[in-house]
């Protein structure tokens, strides 16, 4: 199994700020995907960004982005203008060729009002 | 996108006894489902991927005669807790990825043994 790191236990960011959780994975494959998801109270998964690590430009969505290194292993999410809704657990996610998904430990995120 | 129900909810069950939970893709025929384990503050683990109409793939240090799994339709999947034990009380998540590699997950399943 593929393996994926979190390094932040919980991160912090005060309303309408800006925030980048991080995550690095390690893989033999070329072809695979990236994902983060969002895991509030309700324990329901929620899909914020995808990559695909074919492509060199970063994704983005609204106010998520991510910084994908694929060389280094790397793929980070940005939040920009924080919102007390942002506030939930958020997980790394890491998909081979065989759909098959495997997941950081995870970050929990706080915003201050 | 595809929606996905899990049934039930939450249970709570005596050691010993049995429990299947239900995963049902109501919108999209899936020929694989995964089940996923989570503890309390900790990470989904994928348990075993299910295959419509085969025996489901196990992963490493998954029980296959304590979770078994039957994914009899397109649209149904079971996870049956065999002999339940309090250890096995945890989070149950299962998912359907889509033709076009998106990922969704059911609401999950507070699985309770005293």
């Known amino acids: 199994a593929q393996t994926v790191t979190q390094s932040q236990p919980e991160m912090s960011v005060q309303e309408a700020e800006t925030v980048t959780l991080s995550c690095t994975y390690d893989t033999s494959e070329s072809d695979y995907y990236l994902f983060w998801y969002k895991q509030p109270p309700s324990r329901q998964m929620i899909l914020v960004i995808r990559?695909?690590?074919?492509?060199?430009q970063n994704a983005t969505e609204n106010r998520f982005s991510v910084n994908f290194q694929k060389a280094a292993k790397s793929f980070s999410l940005k939040i920009s203008d924080s919102q007390l809704g942002d506030a939930a657990m958020y997980f790394c996610?890491?998909?081979?060729?065989?759909?098959?998904?495997?997941f950081g430990t995870g970050t929990s995120l706080t915003v201050i009002p | 996108g595809a929606v996905v129900s899990q049934h039930p909810s939450w249970v709570i069950c005596k050691s010993g006894t049995s429990v299947k939970i239900e995963c049902r893709s109501l919108d999209f025929q899936a020929t694989t489902m995964f089940w996923y384990r989570q503890f309390p503050k900790q990470s989904l683990m994928l348990m075993a991927t299910?295959?419509?109409?085969?025996?489901?793939?196990?992963e490493q240090g998954v029980e296959k005669d304590k979770f078994l799994i039957n994914h009899a339709s397109l649209t149904l999947s079971t996870l049956t807790v065999t002999s339940a034990h309090p250890e096995d009380s945890s989070f149950y998540i299962c998912?359907?990825?889509?033709?076009?590699?998106?990922?969704?997950f059911g609401p999950g399943t507070r699985l309770t043994v005293l």
């Open positions: 299910s295959n419509e109409g085969s025996k489901a793939t196990y």
């Open positions: 998912s359907v990825v889509t033709s076009w590699h998106e990922q969704f």
């Open positions: 990559q695909e690590a074919y492509k060199q």
């Open positions: 996610a890491y998909r081979n060729t065989g759909n098959q998904f495997y």
